[in-house]
């Protein structure tokens, strides 16, 4: 009880980390800026805010990010607890009611006797074992503590885009349907269908709309993870139909095959509000309006939130972590999250989780656990704290970084699971 630990955000990562530590007996400070100052991307005072989509993706263990959450769960993540309590349908995915999912976690926090809540902006890394968990929108007063820290090695950067979202009521039901992709759990999605006629339309109108202005903005800078819908038009008319509006694995009412498709995902638990699946973008909201008003379905469609496009900043870790996230020059000093290059929600409360739980078990003596890398979790910090690449870029899980069987099994779907049977028994 005498160890203490500085978490600095109150993001999913600064949350989980948290919750590990406080878990395994060591007394946590967590510093949070909200409610006194927000990031560009934040709206609400809660903890763990989902500021982009409320989709945690895949929940299937064919897919490496649903290895990824069950990896989470056997490990008792705080994060995967409030999600799994508060989701919505979204058929083989897992989707939250993100203002029910943010309070749990907060609520949980809040009650935790071990862990102190401390509001107000941090300028300057505290002295002890800290967890710098402030995720890429990181103020500029710690931003140049970290440079400093990191020996002057500069930032690394991308743009990120949030998806627009609409009310339920105001979608003409009689132009869209409800259906899951392969009929794949319940028909959560709105489905608005597109003729080729209409689809052309649409490109021509997106590819040429007006943007919001963002400073430093190109297209080569944006993460291809959340690719703004009009940079997506402007590299070819067939793109979209190959990305988020692909038809695969939908019919219409009627039978017959949609051109491209345009899904909407349940944004809460009551089915009021439904956000544009992979229509992250940055166009002027007006613009917004005008342009995805072309949508069958949506001519008349109420927005109670436009998309917004903001920077996102992260450190060169390969460079400067170890695979506890720790710095290697510095290792009191210890970074999670988004800020590190894991790119996503569930990886982010993975590098939170494996840096409170190491971090305890260093505190108390007791020997590291060391995810192996056949774990996806152990995956994602080898990628992050070792890849070979010159131009390090933010990374989803995938099985990519994981090592390969030592048999060869014919079918992705087969070896996929295999992988994941592989990880799960090493948990």
Known sequence: MAHEVTVIGAGLAGCESAWQLARRGVRVRLCEMKP???SPAHVADSFAELVCSNSLRSDELT??????KEELRRLESLIMRCADANRVGAGGALAVDRVRFSDAVTAAILAEPLIEVVHGEVAAIPDGVVVIATGPLTG??????????????????????????????????????FASRYDKGDADYINCPMTRAEYEAFIAELSTAEEAPVHGFADEGVFEGCMPVEVMARRGVETLRHGPLKPVGLRNPDGSSPYAVVQLRREDSAGT???????????????????FSLIPGLESAEFVRYGVMHRNTYINSPQLLDRFYRVR?????RFAGQITGVEGYVESTASGLLVGLETALELRGEPPRRFPPETAIGALAEYVSSSPS???????????????LDRKIKGKREKNLEISVRALSLI
Do not use: C
Not at 63 to 68: E, F, K, R, S
Not at 394 to 401: A, K, Q, S
């Open 390 to 404: 010159r131009d390090f870029q933010p990374m989803n899980i995938n099985f990519g970084i994981m090592p390969p």
């Open 63 to 68: 897919n490496a990010v649903g290895l990824l």
């Open 140 to 177: 500029d007063a710690l931003a140049s503590r970290i440079a400093e820290l990191t020996g002057g090695a500069e930032y690394l950067s991308f743009f990120d885009a949030a998806a627009p979202i609409v009310t339920f009521d105001s979608v003409d039901m009689t132009r869209a349907f």
């Open 36 to 38: 006194s100052r927000r």
């Open 273 to 291: 509000l439904f956000n544009l699946v992979g229509f992250q973008t940055h166009l002027k909201f007006g613009e917004q309006k005008r342009v």
């Open 329 to 333: 020059s510095r290792p009191r000093i």
